[in-house]
């Protein structure tokens, strides 16, 4: 299902995606991964079409405002102001849990983002991609899109709920990592680039509690790290 929606995102063009034409590329996706009707479980013999239910879901996504101040919308954001699976990678040098717990203490909010982890010294290439880059008011943010089922009520979806999933899955270390990335492709690209004026934040959407009637108060996570930190996991990574 996780990939299933990835496919949706990366395919549709956002502020085309209404009518026939987003009901027609769902279709598609759902045929081409067999799923277009699938056996409900419980329900003997049971089947159901899940074209209007993923209609639904991302025409939800698309036209939420993921921002209070700025009323940013994907539904607003055309094909030449996104990049979608950006790749990216980087050498690591020498990179330990001790050295990446020092480079987050100094962060309150991150302190215990490295708590346990255990790994042996890395040194090579970090390689991953970015679900979405996109740009708004000259500002760039990065997406993530995530399927958890963190309950069946829109206030499972709000800020306390979200942080213990962010948590429980160290998705705070993966956009960390994701505002590296971008913080470096978006210095080697754009003259005059500065994090401060042209970075919008990290954007994870929690699909299923994304709703246009509650903005940014529901499935979406929205962060900003400190420019310090980020200038410090940048020494990281290059000298370990």
């Known amino acids: 299902a996780r990939q299933l929606l990835h496919q949706f995102f990366e ?66 954001i055309p094909l030449a102001d996104r990049l979608t699976e950006l790749e990216f990678h980087f050498p690591v040098a020498g990179l330990t849990p001790a050295t990446l717990q020092a480079a987050l203490v100094g962060t309150p909010a991150y302190r215990a983002s490295a708590a346990g982890l255990g790994f042996e010294a890395m040194r090579g290439l970090m390689r991953g991609f970015i679900d979405l880059v996109l740009r708004f008011r000259g500002r760039y943010y990065l997406v993530d899109y995530k399927s958890n089922l963190l309950g069946r009520h829109p206030a499972a979806y709000g800020r306390e709920g979200m942080a213990a999933a962010i948590q429980e899955h160290r998705y705070d270390l993966q956009y960390l990592i994701y505002t590296l990335a971008l913080h470096r492709f978006l210095r080697a690209r754009l003259p005059g680039y500065d994090y401060g004026r042209d970075f919008g934040g990290c954007l994870y959407l929690f699909l299923r509690g994304v709703h246009p009637e509650r903005g940014p108060a529901t499935g979406v996570w929205h962060d900003r790290p400190d420019p310090a930190l980020v200038k410090r996991l940048d020494r990281l990574f290059i000298h370990g």
Not at 17 to 25: F, I, Q, V
Not at 69 to 75: E, P, Q, T, V
């Open 11 to 76: 395919q549709i063009d956002f502020p085309q995606a209404t009518g026939e034409p987003l009901e027609g590329t769902v279709r598609a996706l759902l045929l081409r991964y067999g799923q277009l009707r699938v056996t409900r479980r419980g329900v003997p013999g049971g089947e159901t079409d899940w074209t209007a239910a993923v209609v639904d879901l991302v025409t939800r996504v698309l036209d939420t405002r993921l921002e209070a101040d700025s009323g940013l919308r994907l539904r607003d």
